[in-house]
């Protein structure tokens, strides 16, 4: 099976897709969107053509059984093309934009596609089309609980101060880093705030294993999958109820969701006082990268399979 993975920039959980469905002994050939990206600026108008011209030349000359179109900025992309059946991944950042247009944008690509897929309870409540519920995976053998000790002195991290880590890139305004640094001033625990960004993806279980308490103060989230790195860790997740954080952290010792800064103050204290460990891990339990390897093989296959069907009738989610 040949597929074309349509996406506007890569992720590392969707790199980790491709891995799955490689090791399935499918296909994938990567089409990004020219041009630059970073942080909140985006490409140009002539970038999104450039990639119209790409997306038709590469279906005319090769030989894909399916477009899968991962993001719902590019869904239009997939569909203009009129030879091959579409599966469409919308992300969260697309379906639950403040964006108005972004918003139509993947309600229409997930009406008009052969199959849609949505990663998460909280995005399945908000499409009505029908549509496939099968959430991004985790990479456990990647993510794993190390010695804290062991971890900081990898990172050369000389401090026995617990450690609140926020993982973004403080100037991105979404983050909202000036919330999270006034938590943790206002916490009652000694507690050290801590950031990283722009290093390898490899690396972050060591940062986060140095750590005592994952902080995320978004405004808004498609996920995030740190959340769920952080659960395979069995480091506490203190954050802001956006995404799939809920979902992902319910029941959870030390780990705590809310919009009001008392509850997540004392969501700091409680997991820095309870030494700094949840039970994460057993939460993310068929969650792995294989299993969504396996799910989007399956779907691949139901939609190769169909006769004539061009997308799916409105209706209820299936979880594959």
Known sequence: MNVLQLVTS??????????????????????????????????????????????????????YDLVHANYGLVAPFALAQPTRPVVLTLWGTDLMSD??????????????????????????????????????????????????????????????RPIALFPYDQTRSVKDYPRARRLVQQADVDLELRTVSGVDHDEIPYYMNASDVL?????????????????????????????????????????????????????????????????GRESIDGLSVDTLGERLHGLYRQVLDRDGGTSYPTGVSHEV
């Open 10 to 63: 890569s992720r590392p959980f969707f790199d980790q897709q491709v891995s799955a469905l490689e090791a399935r002994g499918i296909d994938c050939t990567v089409l990004e969107v020219p041009g630059e990206h970073s942080g909140d600026s985006g490409r140009t108008p002539a970038d999104y053509a450039r990639y119209y011209s790409n997306v038709l030349s590469m279906v005319r000359s090769s030989s």
């Open 99 to 160: 964006r108005t247009w972004l918003r139509s944008c993947s309600r229409y690509g997930a009406r008009r596609a052969d199959a849609a897929v949505v990663p998460s309870r909280v995005m399945s409540r908000d499409l009505e089309t029908e549509h496939e519920l099968i959430p991004f995976g985790v990479d456990t053998d990647l993510f794993r609980p190390l010695s804290r000790a062991g971890a900081r002195e990898y990172l050369g991290w000389e401090t026995d």
């Open 215 to 279: 902080l995320v103060t978004s405004k808004r989230e498609s996920g995030p999958m740190v959340v769920k790195e952080a659960a395979a860790c069995n480091l506490p997740v203190v954050s802001t109820d956006v995404g799939f954080v809920r979902e992902t952290i319910r029941g959870l010792t030390n780990c705590t969701v809310s919009d009001n800064d008392g509850a997540l103050i004392g969501g700091l204290e409680r997991a820095i006082e309870d030494g700094g460990r949840s039970d």
